[in-house]
């Protein structure tokens, strides 16, 4: 199928296994958890650079208690944006599956019909398949992914840094993972963001500054594909099946 076909969602059967535990994603828990990160963001700013300003104000010489503060204001939302960043796994990265071997190169040229050609040269260079969906743009791993909002006022900046791998991974290839994951998201892209877990929302630059060359120009690449989406309406490619 073509990318102008869309697939009515039938549903991924780990989101039903979830039950009430956890609230099915949509546009609104998107917005909801992005505040909420902010909101962490900025109290854990506050927090140490609060105590560092009154230090100062107190008395200048306790300069260097307060330059310790204000660090940690910075180090603490960036260990938390590298967390969010290593949960995407591209392929041929250090922490790679490996896609060498006969089944690896049959299992990368089974991912690549399934992209285009513009996100097959995309998958050569980052190791991230990319998938426009309903929600956003979506940049798939062997683990994990990423998901860059429509832009629409800030929205195009945050980024949200997902949690997921395939459940029984040993001894697939590193394209199969990542074939695995991605048809997961086009079958039913809420149950996929609902399954995954949330492991950092934030503005891209700070993602940007734990990520590898590619996989930044990659994530640089699904920020300008959503501006350029706003001029058309997105869908979801239909799933094909052997």
Known sequence: ????ETLAPAGLPETAALGWRREPAS?????????RWTAWTCWVVALFTAPGLVLLWIEPLTFPVAALCFAHAWAVPSLQARRGARSVVPIGSERSAGSGGPAG????GLLGDLVGHDE?????RSGLAL?????????????????????RRL????????????????GLPAGDRVAHLLLALR??????????????????????RHLEAPTRAALTAAQTGERGATRRPAVLPGRSVA
């Open 1 to 4: 199928m073509t990318d102008a």
């Open 27 to 35: 546009a609104r828990t998107l917005r909801r958890d992005g505040r």
């Open 105 to 108: 190169r049959a299992a990368l």
């Open 120 to 124: 097959r040269d995309l998958l050569t």
């Open 131 to 151: 998938q426009r969906g309903r929600m956003g743009t979506w940049l798939v791993g062997e683990q994990g992914a990423f998901l860059v909002l429509p832009p």
């Open 155 to 170: 929205r195009g900046r945050r980024v949200f840094c997902w949690c997921v791998r395939v459940g029984d991974a040993a």
């Open 187 to 208: 079958e039913d892209e809420e149950g996929f963001a609902t399954v995954a877990n949330l492991a950092f929302s934030g503005a891209r630059w700070r993602v940007l």
